[in-house]
């Protein structure tokens, strides 16, 4: 499991080990690993050209000091200090000493960087908030126009460590070389998108308490899923009871079908118009007419892929004692009083647009502070919230660290992938695991069964339901 933790808690696990180390070791050990990073990415560091961006933080100081240890290999290395003033002054030292070239201020920084195999950024470190100032823009613009590698500093300058939220410019990073842990501004979008590839330099840091996110990996997803013993019959691996589908949408019900038979639990029922389309497609299906509280016993529920306005399919199922799933049009239906009121758990898998709508902001506000919104949405329903696009956030009330998912695709936003998403995630609940670990699971292996099914090219959702066992094949080995 990555974990990502707060600024406050990374000063907090700073200061303490700095307390007991002698004076620069903690920077030496962060310009070390950068600097090693760099010269990994450069190939031949004799001779290359290496532009630094330095503003007036410890980062700017990591940079320094980074930089005079690829001088002192033979790379041609310029300084560019955005506040000479206030530039580290054991870093500046170290790079003059090291035969390094300092320009100061950044009018005249344009030819540098243009010229540069690899930009190192370190204008400001975890603590900028609000957006970068004019004079760092202006070299974010100048970077647009550069063909060399830009490496950052802990995390790319203009992004919001702890939220993600990108306000303004921001520096788009090929790599960013982060110290101590993992930020969480590094794993959620948009920031996400400027942080490039990730490589962690482990500083030694004892981090109390709990992460801000947690982003599973294959293990930790594997020892989640179900597995069926000796003993096992399709009573005891779980049913799952799909109300979805309409006259108009009855795809929908097929597709959240097909990904509630991939998710590990022994029977999947359906209730809804759709029953036709259902059992033909899949005649293993218990299929039942009349409403949801009739059709036997269930260890979950799923509802609302399809359902256009039935809104009594959405209160019946909210009814039950059981955990329930509610997605698309149930979305819209569901009494937030009732989810509220709700003993058993409840997971709300909204897309953005959705949950803009859930909590009566536009959609631009959610994608920009994708966990803040998750994290609002599962306070104000009491309910875990699967927060759906290109990293996945699954978030529970009452706080906690939030799980974040990245293996998906862009080639998943297509029709009907939500409702294979919502099938396989809610059979994971009927098989047993918790809101929260479901969610984190069903969206891990719906992102890899993406990938999987296609393999750079365009694909249905259906190819999305077909692969999810190749992918948890490929987590479970």
């Known amino acids: 499991m990555r974990t990502a933790y707060s600024v406050e808690t990374v000063r907090a696990a700073e200061r303490e080990l700095m307390a007991r180390l002698p004076e620069g070791v903690l920077m030496q050990r962060a310009a070390a690993g950068l600097a090693a990073a760099c010269a990994e990415l450069l190939g031949r560091v004799y001779g290359s050209r290496v532009v630094l961006l330095v503003g007036s933080g410890d980062n700017g100081g990591d ?282 758990p409840t997971l709300l898998t909204p897309h953005a647009g959705e949950a803009a709508a859930l909590l009566g902001v536009s959609r631009d506000e959610v994608e920009s502070a994708r966990l803040t919104s998750a994290r609002e949405l599962a306070e104000r329903y009491g309910a875990t919230v699967l927060l759906k696009g290109s990293t996945t956030l699954v978030a529970s009330p009452g706080g906690g660290p939030v799980r974040v998912n990245s293996t998906g695709t862009g080639w998943l936003a297509t029709a009907g992938s939500g409702d294979v998403l919502s099938g396989l995630t809610g059979s994971l609940l009927a098989a047993g695991l918790d809101a929260l670990d479901a969610g984190s699971a069903g969206a891990y292996l719906h992102g890899l069964a993406g990938r999987l099914a296609a393999a750079g090219a365009p694909i249905g959702a259906h190819d999305v339901a077909e692969a999810v066992r190749e992918a948890w094949r490929n987590v479970t080995d």
């Open 63 to 344: 940079a320094l000091y980074a930089g005079a240890r690829l001088a002192r290999r033979g790379a041609g290395v310029t300084a560019v200090l955005l506040a000479p003033e206030r530039t580290h002054p054991g870093g500046l030292a170290a790079l003059n000493r090291a035969g390094g070239t300092v320009v100061r201020g950044p009018e005249t920084a344009g030819e540098p960087i243009r010229r540069a195999d690899l930009v190192v950024d370190g204008i400001v470190g975890i603590g900028g908030k609000g957006g970068l100032r004019p004079d760092a823009v202006s070299l974010v613009e100048v970077l647009g126009e550069t063909r060399a590698t830009v490496v950052a500093v802990d995390l790319p300058s203009g992004v919001e460590a702890d939220t993600g939220e990108v306000r303004g410019a921001a520096v788009r990073a090929d790599v960013t070389v982060t110290f101590g842990t993992h930020k969480p501004g590094l794993l959620v979008d948009p920031a996400r998108e400027y942080a490039g590839s990730v490589r962690l330099v482990d500083l030694g840091l004892s981090l109390p308490g709990e992460a801000e996110l947690e982003a599973p990996q294959h293990a930790d997803v594997a020892a989640l899923l179900p597995v069926p013993g000796a003993e096992s019959d399709k009573y005891r691996r779980g049913v799952v009871g799909i109300a979805a589908g309409s006259g108009r949408y009855p795809g929908a019900a097929v597709l959240a079908v097909a990904g509630a038979l991939r998710g590990g639990a022994g029977a999947v029922r359906y209730v809804g118009p759709a029953g036709d389309a259902v059992i033909a497609r899949f005649p293993e299906t218990l299929v039942s007419s009349g409403s949801p509280e009739r059709a036997g016993r269930v260890q979950a529920w799923v509802v609302g892929p399809g359902a256009g306005d039935d809104a009594d399919a959405v209160a019946a199922v909210l009814k039950a004692e059981v955990p329930v799933l509610v997605d698309a049009d149930g979305l819209r239906l569901a009494d937030r009083e009732v989810v509220r009121a709700r003993r058993a």
